[in-house]
């Protein structure tokens, strides 16, 4: 692959007849790879495609980037180069305002062919903060705070010191993200969190987004925190599934 499209796009099992793609974009501190274990769940019809951020994985050399819009705009680049199927976005955290981004920018050169986006445990487009200037030990403690992390992990020295920078970098890229005026998204959205989420109350992701987006969005709440999405990966799986209009492998669409 070349251009934007072989930069930016990771298809950990190339599905070149599937009728749609799913392209996931992962939270802070993550890479493409998170979403890697999707695949077993999504039948043929769809290829999974993950984004992998600067910084991070095969990109660890790169810098990170420095502004979300701006990252977006990279990301959306890189889907129009291929506009030969329809796709979908699902975003988790970080991910959920980078795929909002990339739709924004992206609907008018898609039209019809962006069915969906997913946004996950995030509670609304805009959300400063400032985290992303607290010294190393608050801001690593984050990661036993919201259950990402396996304990033995976190207390690994030679891990934080690999991870902590992309950590800060994208905490800045979230803290510092505000929508620019543009047209609300068009395309069906769907909104999915744990019921025991710290960083997204039900309530606040139920209402949050209403001023980004067009129409009514469908709410999905899931037993689990922040990252509900690792142990429910089946069940979040066979939901996109569900709202693609496609059955998932191996487990019941909820209705």
Do not use: K, N
């Not at 039209?111 to 690593?140: K, M, N, Q």
């Not at 987004?209 to 089946?234: C, K, M, N, Q, S």
Request: charged share 20%; glycine share 10%.
């Amino acid at each position: 692959m070349s251009g934007e499209w072989g930069l930016w796009l990771r298809a950990f099992r190339p599905r070149p007849h599937a009728a749609m793609r799913l392209v996931c974009l992962p939270h802070a501190g993550g890479a493409a790879s998170f979403y890697r274990p999707w695949q077993a769940d999504l039948p043929p019809e769809i290829e999974l495609l993950g984004v992998q951020y600067p910084g991070r994985g095969d990109r660890f050399g790169e810098p990170h980037a420095e502004a979300l819009t701006a990252m977006a705009a990279r990301i959306a680049g890189a889907l129009t180069e291929r506009l030969d199927r329809p796709f979908a976005l699902f975003g988790h955290s970080l991910g959920a305002a980078v795929a909002f981004e990339v739709a924004r920018q992206v609907q008018d050169r898609a039209g019809g062919l962006l069915l969906a986006l997913f946004v996950s445990g995030r509670a609304a487009p805009a959300d400063p903060g400032l985290r992303h200037r607290e010294p190393d030990e608050v801001l690593w403690g984050e990661l036993a705070r919201l259950g990402g992390t396996s304990p033995e992990l976190v207390h690994c020295d030679e891990l934080r010191g690999l991870v902590l920078p992309t950590l800060r970098a994208d905490y800045r890229l979230s803290e510092t993200y505000g929508p620019a005026p543009r047209p609300a998204v068009r395309c069906p959205v769907v909104l999915c969190v744990g019921e025991a989420d710290p960083e997204a109350p039900v309530a606040a992701v139920r209402e949050g987004w209403l001023d980004g987006i067009r129409g009514e969005p469908t709410l999905r709440v899931y037993p689990g925190d922040h990252f509900y999405l690792v142990p429910h990966r089946a069940r979040v799986a066979a939901d996109v599934c569900r709202q693609l209009g496609l059955a998932a492998v191996g487990w019941p669409s909820t209705p």
